[in-house]
């Protein structure tokens, strides 16, 4: 292959006029022997201008991630291609050298390649790679020591998530590494050079995908512990060249000095939690975290102490450096070793640095005049806190208020005397509610504070909704949010609390004061039941300004609040539904519009999803009120078919929600035109959403059987669907769900003329068997279609077995069905699988012209029902218990004995057996037989009721078979006597009380049904308990 033409058409893809058909002449290429070898010599080339080789080396990253791993095909398939052998052996010849040589923006993509190939042929195709690093990393030539090193990162990365008993591989490549990297670390260390802190950097972050989720045991030793303690020790230690003070603020955490303390420091906090804890850990580390936390814990907290003087000395320490040195400290404050060593210290911690973090600063203020709404996204950003200096402040203060005597006392004591200080600076203000609204779970559990909290909020904190400051009023909204659960003993206060709250929310300028309060004044409502009646007379505006303000600040934790909302008030916002949800549609038109390469995407993809779930909310307050789900409907398939004509993936699941929830009481003509697009997007992109589309599916179904029948073309597509999900690869739990929707149309369709329907549904279901079922829940939901097709018609289901033919099957598939059904009959579990178990076996003794495999298995069929009869009185007792649960709230008191002396541990003991049993059930293959409760609880397709399932159907199972038992008895005492001659005593007790609840249930049905029709309500005849048998059908009489 001439490299001249491959570089020619590298370059032409920089050029627009050009690209297109150099991008043709690429893929042409790209599956010729030699061409990724090419690719990667071109990648090497210095010769070459650096645009040209950056574009070879992303052609060729994607080359190898999309060709390098065989694919798996079906059978009737062509093979997919895969990267030649000879150009895979190039590649792995040549990528290290290429990764070592090369300029940064090269190696970064050549870093993803190894990782690809390393992923696929480590150890098996590639052992030499580990052969290689070594050789490398041993050289005298520190040129090759940083790209040798990325090549070992993408090493341990490939093992990082993996469990102990998969990482041999990579233990036995670190036996060898690991003492070389210590070696080179502990060269390097004199060298404060950017490249020699690069190069350590990169040694630190090796350590840590090493150790992050598992700690390799064999690996450490005392002496190479103290070794690498001792390194990390002096990273965190050493200073930071004084010239990087010259370097703008924003950019210093970029630099390698900060970088390499914060990833010693990651290390070092990560040691402590996961491992170094006694009494937090998994007993496999119980040894490990007590050398840890007697050997060195202390040691590197007196190091960590100097990181926070420094910080409050106001000299620069770099956030994530302070956020991961906090982090260690709280961890440090459940242990008595280091809580003796740390205690001195708190005080001034929590004031001076802790305190200073939690205060409004310069950026906020710049943030908040410049970009309110970024500044909303970042204060609401979860992700910010896993790296915010802050959110570790606000851990440490609360770790220590919680958990230590006398902090709690000295740190309220420190927050009053800011708050009544006259002239105080009112950032310090900020700060100290900022501290006392962190500390309201533990603060609301004590006696002496609880009381004195409605005197907090009526003195320092209702004066600042008045504040000319935008953040002082936020502030104000902020601490009322978490001290929404005190008692207040003045109800003129709980009032002013919610107008002041209501009045930001309505009338303030500032956004981020509006977005504070609007949570304040939900969390209010829900926790003070008061509230509720006091804002009612509000609730129009109130949700006007909601929904406004989410248009504006796409927000997703304002859509909770005004779902939260709309389940408080009902009834008020019912009259404004509809107004509410064309708002509502409107600002989702606006979110999903956003481009998916903009920035703040995937916030803006979750507050779709909420706004769909708001809508969705809606619907289910007004389902009573038909002219407005009427009016509603209109607005709806609007939003789904947006969503279903362009493809949006990420939202199916919601819109078919909203779609099942539009049909749950009728089915409009417009709701059944829906019916063919969820039907073609489910052909294109939709199989996966089987699932999701289910629920819509079995409304169409069940609610307006009418119109399904009108049109053959309905039950078609939904049949179609059913099938291709059980022919394809959809998984088990979603062929559990196809199969279950067609036992729902047999069902549903039970004297409805679908006859010609029954033969396909029942080979679908059966074929499934015919492959490999790893699920007992699968094979019952697929005997469950031919159980309901012999409910619906037993002569037509024969007929329909006698005439099935499945290849590789010799026996008849009558017999072949009914044999798995009586093995399966102990895998029916829940109400309707029981029931519709008794009702099929009931049809079968039934039948005069009775198949051959049924005489021959006559013995096996009176104990199945006695089984299922059994589980049925589980589940209908666990239904009743469940019905009648109610929950008990307990008021959590005084919460002193959650404090420990200073020589005691935080032990985690129900955290220690939780993760004990995780383990033990890791390593075991998940057996069912420790569940057997879980046999009376509802399965999951069990909510997809049927017609069987409905209470005004008077379909009793345990009348049915009383009833056919009786008749059998009287009307063929031959076949009688077959079924019954083996019963042993235990069944003929079985037996008599099946018919004793029979008994019971006719005369309670009959009771409620005289009660509906407005009759006397008489009470149930008396029932006798024991039959005498005589010869009569045992408890049947």
């Known amino acids: 292959m001439d490299p001249n033409n491959i570089i020619e058409a590298l370059r032409g893809t920089m050029d627009p006029a050009l690209r297109e058909a150099a991008e043709r002449q690429l893929n042409e290429a790209n599956k010729a022997v030699t061409f990724v070898s090419t690719l990667l010599q071109i990648t090497m080339s210095d010769q070459l201008d650096l645009p040209v080789r950056q574009a070879g080396v992303i052609y060729l990253k994607n080359t190898i991630t999309q060709f390098w791993a065989e694919r798996e095909v079906a059978s009737s398939d062509a093979p997919a291609f895969t990267i030649p052998d000879e150009d895979q052996q190039f590649i792995r010849d040549n990528i290290i050298e290429a990764i ?76 060898h590494f690991l003492p070389m990297m210590k070696d080179r670390f502990v060269q390097l260390l004199s060298d404060s050079s950017d490249q020699s802190v690069l190069i350590q950097k990169q040694i630190f972050k090796i350590f840590y995908a090493l150790v992050q989720y598992t700690l390799p045991l064999e690996l450490i030793s005392q002496q190479n512990l103290t070794e690498w303690m001792e390194i990390l020790k002096t990273v965190v230690d050493r200073d930071v060249p004084p010239e990087t003070l010259q370097v703008d603020e924003d950019d210093r955490p970029e630099l390698p000095w900060w970088k390499c303390k914060k990833w010693a420091l990651h290390i070092l906090a990560r040691l402590f939690e996961r491992y170094g804890s006694p009494g937090n850990v998994s007993k496999e580390y119980n040894e490990f975290a007590e050398v840890f936390l007697k050997g060195y814990a202390v040691s590197i907290q007196q190091v960590l102490l100097k990181v926070l003087y420094q910080y409050k000395e106001k000299q620069y320490v770099a956030p994530r450096v302070l956020q991961q040195t906090l982090n260690y400290i709280n961890q440090g404050v459940a242990h008595a070793v280091t809580w003796k060593n740390l205690k001195p210290h708190i005080q001034g911690i929590i004031q001076d640095v802790v305190f200073p973090l939690m205060c409004y600063t310069d950026a906020d203020e710049e943030l908040w005049q410049e970009d309110p709404y970024e500044y909303i996204r970042m204060k609401f950003d979860v992700f910010e806190d896993f790296i915010s200096p802050t959110t570790a402040a606000q851990t440490l203060l609360y770790t220590a208020c919680s958990k230590r005597k006398e902090v709690l006392q000295k740190s309220m004591g420190f927050c009053y005397q800011i708050l009544t200080e006259p002239t105080v600076d009112p950032r310090k203000k900020d700060g100290a509610l900022h501290m006392i609204g962190s500390l309201a779970e533990v603060l609301l559990k004590k006696k002496i504070y609880k009381d004195q909290m409605e005197f907090m909020l009526q003195n320092h904190v209702f004066p600042l909704f008045n504040s000319e400051l935008g953040y002082m009023r936020a502030r104000a909204c902020w601490v009322l949010h978490y001290f929404c659960e005190v008692k207040f003993k003045n109800d003129q206060n709980l009032q002013t609390a919610l107008e002041l709250t209501r009045r930001c929310l309505i009338e303030d300028k500032e956004m981020p004061v509006k977005v504070e309060a609007a949570i304040a004044l939900q969390v209010l409502i829900s926790n003070q039941e008061k509230a509720k009646e006091y804002i009612k007379p509000f609730i129009r505006p109130v949700m006007q300004a909601l929904l406004h303000i989410v248009r504006e600040t796409e927000n997703d934790d304002l859509t909770n609040v005004i779902q939260k909302m709309i389940c408080e008030y009902s009834e008020e916002v019912t009259p404004i539904a509809v107004e509410m949800t064309q708002h509502l549609a409107m600002t989702f038109n606006q979110v999903i519009h956003t481009g998916p390469d903009e920035e703040g995407s995937d916030d803006k993809a979750v507050t779709a999803m909420g706004i769909l779930n708001t809508i969705d909310t809606l619907l289910s307050v007004v389902e009573d009120h038909k002219e407005i789900t009427q009016q509603l409907e209109g607005i709806c398939l609007q939003v789904i078919g947006t969503v279903l004509q362009q493809h949006v993936l ?377 039959f005498n048998f005589g010869g009569s059908a045992p408890g049947m009489n």
């Open 650 to 1026: 990420e939202f199916y699941e919601e819109i078919l929600s909203l779609a099942h929830s539009l049909t749950c009481q009728q089915v409009s003509q417009q709701m059944w035109q829906l019916l063919p697009l969820v039907f073609e997007v489910f052909q294109q992109d939709g199989f996966d959403y089987y699932t999701d589309m289910m629920p819509l599916l079995h409304n169409y179904i069940t609610v307006d059987t009418d119109t399904l029948l009108s049109d053959t073309k309905y039950l078609e597509m939904i049949y179609s669907m059913c099938k291709k999900v059980l022919t394809g690869d959809a998984g088990e739990d979603a062929e559990c769900h196809a199969a279950k929707l067609l036992e729902v149309i047999i069902l549903q369709c039970k004297g409805r003329g679908i006859d010609q329907c029954i033969p396909l549904f029942v080979e679908a279901a059966l074929e499934r068997l015919t492959r490999e079922v790893k699920t007992s829940e699968l094979r019952t939901m697929c005997l469950q279609v031919a159980i309901a097709a012999l409910y619906y018609s037993p002569h037509l289901l024969l007929t329909t077995l006698e005439n099935l033919h499945f290849p590789n099957n010799t026996e008849p598939i009558t017999t072949q069905f009914i044999n798995q059904w009586l093995n399966d009959v102990d895998c029916f579990l829940g109400l309707h699988d029981r029931k519709m178990c008794v009702l099929g076996l009931c049809a079968l003794i039934e039948l005069e012209q009775r198949p051959q495999i049924v005489n021959q298995v006559v013995g096996q069929i009176l104990p199945a029902l006695t089984l299922l009869f059994g589980g049925l009185k589980r589940a209908y007792a666990c239904r009743a218990e469940h019905e009648n649960d109610s929950d008990d709230d307990d008021d959590g008191e005084d919460d002193d004995e959650n404090e420990l002396g200073s020589d005691e541990d935080d032990i985690d003991e129900d955290g220690q057996e939780y993760l004990e049993m995780l383990a033990k059930q890791a390593g075991e293959d998940g057996d069912d037989e420790e569940w057997e409760d879980d046999d009376a609880e509802e399965t999951a397709l069990e909510g997809y009721c049927t017609i069987v399932d409905n209470e005004d159907s008077n379909i009793d199972e345990y009348q049915i078979f009383k009833n056919v038992l009786q008749s059998i008895q009287n009307c063929d005492p031959t076949w009688y006597q077959a079924l019954t001659c083996n019963l042993t005593d235990e069944h003929r007790k079985q037996l008599q009380d099946i018919g004793t609840l029979a008994d019971q249930r006719r005369a309670a049905l009959e009771s409620k049904m005289i009660e509906k029709h407005g009759g006397y309500k008489f009470n149930a005849p008396v029932v006798p308990t024991s």
């Open 100 to 175: 070592i040589q090369s300029p940064e923006l090269i190696r970064v993509q050549l870093t993803t390649c190894i990782h690809q190939i390393i992923k696929h042929d480590y150890p098996g195709r590639w052992p030499a790679v580990v052969d290689k690093i070594g050789f490398y990393l041993q050289s005298d030539n520190s040129a090759y020591w940083l790209g040798i090193l990325l090549c070992l990162h993408q090493l341990v990365k490939n093992y990082e998530y993996k469990k102990s008993d998969e990482r041999s591989p990579l233990v036995a490549a670190m036996q």
